[in-house]
């Protein structure tokens, strides 16, 4: 969202935001019970809506911050992955199932399969596709560790 929107709205606006703001102090301070909650929620939905601000946009918002965020970890997990790769621990069992551990990763995978699970400091990040640093990652983990049966 652009703040010069905002601000403009802001100049524009200010007697009906400050109108709106005094209502809805009055109703929280006489009205004494749920109804003034609703009442409530109906100035400033209708503020909201007023400013032009639509449920889409806040909706496209809310899923920029959250890939933004998933991308974040992402790239974090993937950084520690060749950072702590020296100290990774890998083990399986017989059915090919496997886990590698990290004092901040952990990643779960079977032999064959082209994705792993990671988790990073016990969040889970989802499957992830096995890439070159994540092939590079299990593979050193390998060399690090005796493969040994659960």
Do not use: C, H
């Amino acid at each position: 969202m652009n703040t010069q929107v905002w601000s403009d709205f802001l100049q524009q606006n200010w007697l009906v935001i400050l109108i709106a703001l005094i209502v809805l102090f009055v109703v929280l301070n006489l009205v004494k019970t749920m109804v003034k909650w609703a009442i409530a929620v109906i100035i400033v939905v209708a503020l909201v809506v007023y400013s032009g601000v639509s449920l889409d946009q806040i909706k496209d918002v809310v899923n920029d911050v959250k890939t933004e965020t998933v991308d974040t970890l992402k790239s974090e997990a993937t950084n520690l992955m060749m950072k702590e790769a020296k100290e990774a621990k890998y083990t399986s069992d017989a059915a090919g199932n496997f886990t590698i551990t990290t004092p901040n990763l952990e990643l779960k995978g079977q032999k064959g399969k082209e994705k792993v699970e990671v988790s990073l400091r016990g969040v889970s990040l989802g499957e992830w596709k096995i890439s070159d640093t994540v092939k590079s990652f299990i593979e050193e983990s390998k060399n690090n560790t005796n493969v040994t049966a659960k």
